[in-house]
């Protein structure tokens, strides 16, 4: 049987602590898929101080907080939970590791592979922006609710795939790309401010990010439209633009992205499977 206890899990998979509707001193309840590239969420006794590996987690007013776990993390993670009165825990949590696939894409534009020295200033002026809107550190709780698709299609490219581009291996592909026809609306997964709008960066084309409060951000690319500016504050299933096929894309889909601060995480991994 469970210890009630216990602030932590007692070597439950988070998957059973949930469905059992395990709760501790702090109430302590974590979602989420104790594998590489997950994003867990949970939620304790409003005031608690949280930590996953000595690094303080920010709390909503209703003591939900969020962590992600690297795309490559090896080894267990140390949760700790101090309540208002002094009591704490320390849990280690095993990460389970991921096999990730190997996809090919040909034909894309060369200057798209090897980027030519003339775009470089560009190409990192875009990851400025890109890293300014992931490291937002905002009171909001919209991380919380249940994700929904922002866009319905195919799946046609997976997080964590080794990615050969014309040949040459890149780095790992951290989105979930969705198949649709071009101009179709994508929708706010759930809550957010809009943490950026741009409408001509080079890989991605019209890129927007949404600020879901906490570090938990999400990305959409290669858009053909972009319904929202910076600061706007958006609801779940709000309209933000339309799927297109701007910047290195080889046809009209979504490259949907989740992000936990600078972790790239696994979208598909916070919404209903298809």
Known sequence: MLDRRNVLTSGLSLATLVAVGARARA???LRGEFVQGTLIRGRTEPGASVSIDGRKLGLSTNGDFAFGVAYDRKGAAELRIRLKGGESETKSIPVGERAYKIQRINGLPEKFVEPPASVLARIARDNRLIGAARARNSDEAWFADDFAWPVKGPVTGVYGSRRILNGAEKRPHYGVDVAAPEGRAIHAPVGAIVAMAEDDLYFTGGTVILDHGHGVSTSYLHMSRIDVKVGDRVEKGATIGAVGKTGRA????????????????DAALVVPKV
Not at 250 to 265: V, Y
């Open 250 to 265: 080889t046809g009209p889909h979504l490259c949907w992205r989740l992000n936990w601060f600078a972790e790239r995480l």
């Open 27 to 29: 109430e302590t309840a």
